[in-house]
């Protein structure tokens, strides 16, 4: 009992009341969150309008939200949702403006041109830009 951690040493309390720690815990560990800015360049945009370049913002915004590190020991594989590549932009394109006509798509984490990005060990996306070229 003498490596038993207590919250509160007032021994008037009943042992629930006192707080204790979990049985075997012994270190809270907080790890930080490094957030990786994701820039976008898509090349010859047919048609474009205010409407779609908005409907493609607020498609592109939710889906890098929803973009989070992948936790092998509590998330489901099914679930996964931490890669984001150039195809995925791409589908996210033709689901908000159904039809469009586009060119290349150039995809920018945290400074460095890569064709596909996994978020891993506390990386968190964050969209910077959508150029238009």
Excluded: H, Q, W
């Amino acid at each position: 009992m003498a490596d038993v951690i207590e919250t509160s040493p007032d021994t008037t309390l009943s042992l629930a009341e006192r707080s204790r720690r979990p049985l075997g815990v012994f270190d809270v560990n907080v790890y930080p969150v490094v957030i990786k800015t994701v820039n976008i360049t898509i090349a010859t945009f047919a048609d474009s309008t205010p409407e779609k370049v908005a409907a493609i913002l607020a498609a592109m915004t939710e889906a890098i939200y929803n973009v989070r590190p992948f936790c092998a020991g509590i998330d489901v594989l099914a679930d996964r949702n931490d890669i984001f590549d150039t195809s995925r932009i791409g589908a996210i394109i033709l689901a908000a403006v159904p039809g469009s006509s586009f060119g290349a798509i150039t995809l920018t984490v945290g400074g460095a041109g890569v064709p596909s990005y996994t978020f891993d060990n506390g990386e968190i996306p964050n969209l910077g830009t959508i150029t238009y070229i």
